[in-house]
Each structure stands twice: as C-alpha cells, then as structure tokens.
C-alpha cells in the first residue's frame, strides 16, 4: 500500500466514523451537547494539525544549530591543508 | 581501528566534482588526515565531469602526491549527473562500503569515522549524516533557507514517515551491495534521488544508523536554492508519497 493509500484509508475511516454520528440517524440518539461538539470536529482536527505543524516547524527552527564553531575549524584547517599541499608541491 | 583492517574493511569515497578546483585538494587533504588518524584502509575515487576550470589538472597532481592507489581519477568527458556520476565511481570502487559526500566542503570529513563507528555498532546497511538531529546543524544559511529547510523536512517527514531525519542530505555510508540495489532501484534527480534513496532503503528492509552532522554551506562558489528547486522538490516528493 502507498503511502497515499494509507491517508486515504485512515482519511476514509475517520470521515465515515464522523459522518455516521453527525449526520446518520445514529447521532440522533446522543445528548445534545455531544452533537454539538461532534458537528465541527473535523474542523477543530484541521485547526489542531495546523498549530502543531507551526509549532514543531517553528520550535525546530529555533532550536536550528548554527555551527560557528564548525565553520571556524574549516577555516583554519584549509590553512593548514594549503600550506601542507603547497610543500608537498601542488599548484594551486 | 585496528580491527577494521583485520576484517578487511575499505571505505570507497565517492567525490563527484565540476568546476571544484579550488575545493578538490582541500577536500582530499581534510580527507587523507582523517582517514589516517581513524586507521581505516581508504580510496578516494574522484568522478571530474569535465570541468573547464582545470579540476582535472588538479586532481592529477592529487594522484601523484597521494598515490594511484589512494587517488583514483574517473573522469568523464561531460556533465551527466550525480546518479550516474555514482554508478561510474562504484564501477571502479574496491571497498565493501561507499561514502558519497559531496566536493564543496559543506561536508566534512571528520564525521566519518563516526559513520564508521555508527555502522559497526549497529551493523547498519547505511548511515546517514543528518543536520536536523542532535548536535547537527548548518552554517552560512538565512531565515530563509532555513525555513524552507526545516518546512520541507516537516513535510516529508509527515507524508512519507521515512525513518531518518534527514532525507535530502548527501553525506551517507552504504555498503556497496545496497548502493548497487538502490542505485537500479531509484529514477529521481537532484534533492529528491538522495530522499528515494531512503524511502527504497526502508522499502527494501535495510537499516539506517544516523549521525549529526554540521554542514558548512561552500566555502568557495555559489550555493543555490531557487523557485525551480523547490518545486521539482514538491513534484518529487508527491511522486514518491503516491507511489511507495
């Protein structure tokens, strides 16, 4: 199964769940208040997967390591390597 | 590492180069002295897709200071690409394990016997450099790239569910026999090959180890990420998300 298949099964799945309680004659029989929250549930999930794609995106991107310390080393070690090479007999 | 050359372990670097005059000696050097201190039996094969600016010319000197046996020149006669520039290294490559790293710098050499270590200890098919974990990370990138970075990364992470952080990073070690099945596997260019490579890796059953890695944006030369690559990325990615 694709990866594509597997969204469309689970996206299926929850969609019929939701559309039997909420719109079936099913979700008759349920207190009032658990109609009411049932109804825009698929919205509160989009909302939800939306604040938590920002929030992981936005706490990784903060917490993104910036390697100074990594390009100062380079820097000092293609000194190194440049004259090592140059003695060796390279021409640049 | 004693013990690697008693078991008869060699690492094949595979340098595929264009116009990377001034990073090739560099790159060589940073790559011997690593190599040297970690013990392990080595050869750096450099793949030249006859580049106008004398990186061949170079490159001969390196095989002459080096040694044929260290430094093995296969050039081509014009640029092809990186997914064949591999094919052709590991043709000619005599190792049981392939490192492909790319010529620029971005990607150091000291991190290898670190992959070295990672795949003994968990006797992985590949490991991957990854920027996006623990003390991994970039220099040289705006808010920008960054947020496009860490955005696609999100992205891919959620459609595909890979296993490895880092998907369209290109310093990894393979052992040669799962390089050779992924390469006639994959058909993808650019970023999205080194993401294929994964995804088939994982379909296939092999294992990933990963390692951070701090990646130095070039040095010397141009760095580009524009509107066209980020679109074959999306292009590729929703292949790859509607077909494995």
């Not at chain 2, 490559?93 to 392939?98: H, V």
């Not at chain 2, 006797?123 to 920008?144: A, C, E, M, P």
């Given at each position: 199964?694709?990866?594509?298949?597997?969204?469309?099964?689970?996206?299926?799945?929850?969609?019929?769940?939701?559309?039997?309680?909420?719109?079936?004659?099913?979700?008759?029989?349920?207190?009032?208040?658990?109609?009411?929250?049932?109804?825009?549930?698929?919205?509160?999930?989009?909302?939800?997967?939306?604040?938590?794609?920002?929030?992981?995106?936005?706490?990784?991107?903060?917490?993104?390591?910036?390697c100074e310390a990594a390009a100062q080393e380079l820097q000092e070690q293609?000194?190194?390597?440049?004259?090592?090479?140059?003695?060796?007999?390279?021409?640049? | 590492?004693?013990?690697?050359?008693?078991?008869?372990?060699?690492?094949?670097?595979?340098?595929?180069?264009?116009?990377?005059?001034?990073?090739?000696?560099?790159?060589?050097?940073?790559?011997?002295?690593?190599?040297?201190?970690?013990?392990?039996?080595?050869?750096?094969?450099?793949?030249?897709?006859?580049?106008?600016?004398?990186?061949?010319?170079?490159?001969?000197?390196?095989?002459?200071?080096?040694?044929?046996?260290?430094?093995?020149?296969?050039?081509?006669?014009?640029?092809?690409?990186?997914?064949?520039?591999?094919?052709?290294?590991?043709?000619?490559?005599?190792?049981?394990?392939?490192?492909?790293?790319?010529?620029?710098?971005?990607?150091?050499?000291?991190?290898?016997?670190?992959?070295?270590?990672?795949?003994?200890?968990?006797?992985?098919?590949?490991?991957?450099?990854?920027?996006?974990?623990?003390?991994?990370?970039?220099?040289?990138?705006?808010?920008?790239?960054?947020?496009?970075?860490?955005?696609?990364?999100?992205?891919?992470?959620?459609?595909?569910?890979?296993?490895?952080?880092?998907?369209?990073?290109?310093?990894?070690?393979?052992?040669?026999?799962?390089?050779?099945?992924?390469?006639?596997?994959?058909?993808?260019?650019?970023?999205?090959?080194?993401?294929?490579?994964?995804?088939?890796?994982?379909?296939?059953?092999?294992?990933?180890?990963?390692?951070?890695?701090?990646?130095?944006?070039?040095?010397?030369?141009?760095?580009?990420?524009?509107?066209?690559?980020?679109?074959?990325?999306?292009?590729?990615?929703?292949?790859?998300?509607?077909?494995?």
């Amino acid at each position: 199964m694709t990866k594509l298949m597997q969204w469309l099964f689970v996206l299926a799945l929850l969609g019929t769940a939701w559309a039997t309680l909420a719109l079936g004659p099913l979700g008759h029989h349920l207190p009032l208040p658990c109609q009411q929250v049932l109804h825009p549930f698929p919205a509160y999930l989009l909302v939800a997967a939306g604040c938590y794609s920002l929030a992981t995106v936005g706490y990784r991107l903060a917490t993104f390591n910036d390697c100074e310390a990594a390009a100062q080393e380079l820097q000092e070690q293609i000194k190194e390597a440049r004259m090592d090479l140059w003695r060796r007999g390279l021409k640049f | 590492m004693a013990a690697g050359r008693a078991r008869g372990e060699k690492y094949s670097v595979l340098l595929p180069t264009y116009n990377e005059r001034e990073n090739l000696p560099l790159i060589v050097w940073l790559l011997v002295r690593s190599f040297r201190e970690s013990g392990s039996h080595f050869e750096i094969i450099i793949i030249d897709d006859g580049s106008p600016d004398g990186t061949q010319e170079v490159a001969e000197q390196l095989e002459k200071i080096y040694g044929s046996d260290k430094i093995l020149l296969r050039p081509r006669a014009k640029k092809l690409g990186l997914g064949t520039a591999y094919i052709h290294g590991m043709q000619h490559a005599t190792g049981n394990f392939i490192i492909i790293m790319d010529a620029d710098l971005s990607h150091h050499p000291k991190f290898i016997p670190e992959f070295i270590r990672k795949q003994k200890e968990g006797n992985f098919d590949i490991v991957s450099g990854t920027r996006y974990k623990g003390n991994g990370g970039v220099y040289g990138w705006d808010l920008k790239r960054k947020i496009i970075s860490r955005g696609a990364n999100f992205i891919t992470q959620v459609l595909l569910r890979p296993g490895a952080s880092d998907l369209t990073g290109s310093f990894r070690l393979y052992r040669k026999e799962v390089l050779q099945k992924l390469m006639e596997k994959c058909v993808s260019k650019g970023y999205v090959f080194q993401m294929e490579m994964i995804v088939r890796a994982r379909q296939l059953g092999y294992t990933i180890g990963e390692v951070p890695i701090s990646f130095v944006d070039r040095v010397y030369g141009e760095s580009k990420l524009g509107g066209n690559e980020i679109v074959s990325f999306l292009k590729g990615l929703l292949t790859l998300f509607a077909t494995t």
